[in-house]
């Protein structure tokens, strides 16, 4: 027997005993890693619910509207200075009344950017939003003047429609007697708002809010109430637009 093969056993086991606690070292070290992703995920997660949380006071200041059921108080921050910068979709600049979460998703109801607020975010996705102006929100019901509209209104069945619709709303508003709806307006503190969230496949939602607070860093409160659930809205498929396409 050779010597290279006599020896190479035992060369292999003094490697094998002189890299194993390097390698342990590296599991033991990844796995530590591991765990402190999740222990600052959770610290992450808890900061930003205190970012996106109302404040105490609001809360306090409110209770009796809130309540009543189907009624919440909601915080949105500004799209322009968070979005990316929060583990959660959006960065909390949007919000589903249906849910209810801030997750940016294909039920998000509304969005705050650059002072604005929005809706209509997804494919077909649209809606209507009306500033009632200083009208308490319990005065806002299914019977109010600037509700009546958003209430008989019936969404288009088919992606075409929807494009027409959309063509002439997003520039000039939808148009009923006195009211003009839009698909955004600026959010002014005090002011009472209806809007209508029509998600294809997830949900149609008709709801009231107010702007109750705007922070130093440009988030705003909402305080609001559902004033109906429609059933949930589809489109047909495979309908050709108007020049065939």
Do not use: C
């Amino acid at each position: 027997m050779s010597l290279r093969k006599l020896y190479a056993p035992a060369l292999l086991f003094s490697l094998t005993l002189l890299f194993a606690p390097s390698v342990l070292a590296q599991a033991d070290a990844r796995a530590r890693a591991a765990a402190e992703i999740e222990s600052l995920r959770a610290q992450i997660k808890a900061k930003e619910a205190v970012l996106l949380s109302p404040s105490k006071g609001d809360r306090r200041e409110h209770a009796d509207f809130l309540a009543q059921p189907d009624t919440g108080l909601a915080r949105l921050l500004p799209r322009e200075k968070w979005d990316g910068k929060l583990s959660i979709r959006g960065g909390g600049a949007y919000y589903s009344f249906h849910a209810p979460s801030h997750e940016y998703d294909d039920t998000s109801d509304i969005g705050l950017e650059q002072g604005r607020l929005s809706v209509g975010f997804h494919g077909a996705d649209f809606g209507f939003i009306y500033e009632v102006g200083d009208a308490p929100l319990e005065e806002v019901t299914l019977e109010h003047p600037s509700v009546r509209f958003l209430v008989s209104f019936v969404p288009p069945s088919t992606r075409p429609e929807v494009d027409k619709l959309w063509v002439g709303y997003s520039s000039a508003g939808m148009h009923s007697g006195e009211f003009v709806y839009r698909p955004s307006v600026t959010a002014a503190v005090g002011k009472t708002y209806v809007l209508r969230s029509i998600s294809y496949g997830d949900a149609d939602t008709l709801v009231a809010f107010r702007v109750v607070r705007e922070d130093a860093d440009g988030s705003v409160t909402l305080l609001w109430k559902k004033l109906k659930q429609f059933p949930k809205p589809s489109l047909e498929r495979n309908v050709a637009s108007a020049d065939g396409r």
